[in-house]
Structures are given as structure tokens and as C-alpha cells.
């Protein structure tokens, strides 16, 4: 099945930006609503941002909403994250992850995970 790999990654400091990029391996990524998590150590994995199929539903966590922005471009099979106004506890491993239904904050309903790419924010 497809294949996800995240990258965009880095070290920053508190308020700076960065895009995260999540590429697929081939065209059935339009088949999937995408999602964002994330995950520091001793906490368990973290839900932040999910799109629909078509890149027009869009939901948000309280935590990143107005800063982070979700998008997808279906034609180059590939998700980004559009991460702005960085803050310390933003940093963490982040993972891109599809799922065949809109159950968008429901991490079992994933079936599909990148690697993870790393984040660290300091102040």
C-alpha cells in the first residue's frame, strides 16, 4: 500500500516558522483523509490537524489553531503542515497518517504512518 514519508524538520527558536512536508508513494494518497500528530517522550501521540479528501475540510486542536495551517496538493501526492509562531511545547516528533474515513481525531482509524520528522523549538 501507499507510503508515507514526512520531512521539513528542524531546530528553531520560539516564534520562527517551518513547513512540514508528509510525500506519498503513489495516487491512491487522494483516497485518504490525512492527519498530523505528534508525540514527545513518556507522552502518548498527539492528534493536531486533519484534511479531508479533497483539501476542503479542515480541522484544527485548540492548541495549534491560528498558527498551524493544513494542506494538501492530491495532484503531487503530498500533505503539508504550515507551522508559524512556534512555541517550546510545539516541539515533539511529528507523523503524517491516512485514514479511509473522516473519523479525523480517532488515531486507530489510521492505518497509514510516515517515519516522523523532528521538531524542537527553543526558547
Known amino acids: 500500500q501507499v507510503q508515507l514519508v514526512e520531512s521539513g524538520g528542524g531546530s528553531v527558536q520560539t516564534g520562527d516558522s517551518l513547513q512540514l512536508s508528509c510525500a506519498a508513494s503513489d495516487d491512491t494518497f487522494s483516497r485518504y483523509v490525512m492527519g498530523w500528530f505528534r508525540q514527545t517522550p513518556g507522552k502518548q501521540r498527539e492528534f493536531i490537524s486533519a484534511v479531508g479528501w479533497d483539501g476542503r475540510r479542515v480541522y484544527y486542536v485548540d492548541s495549534v489553531k491560528g498558527r498551524f495551517t493544513i494542506d494538501r496538493d492530491n495532484a503531487k501526492n503530498t500533505l503539508y503542515l504550515q507551522m508559524n509562531d512556534l512555541k517550546p511545547t510545539d516541539t515533539a516528533v511529528y507523523y503524517c497518517?491516512?485514514?479511509?474515513?473522516?473519523?479525523?481525531?480517532?488515531?486507530?482509524?489510521?492505518?497509514?504512518w510516515g517515519q516522523g520528522t523532528q521538531v524542537t523549538v527553543s526558547s
Open positions: 497518517a491516512g485514514s479511509r474515513t473522516w473519523s479525523f481525531d480517532k488515531e486507530y482509524e489510521y492505518e497509514i
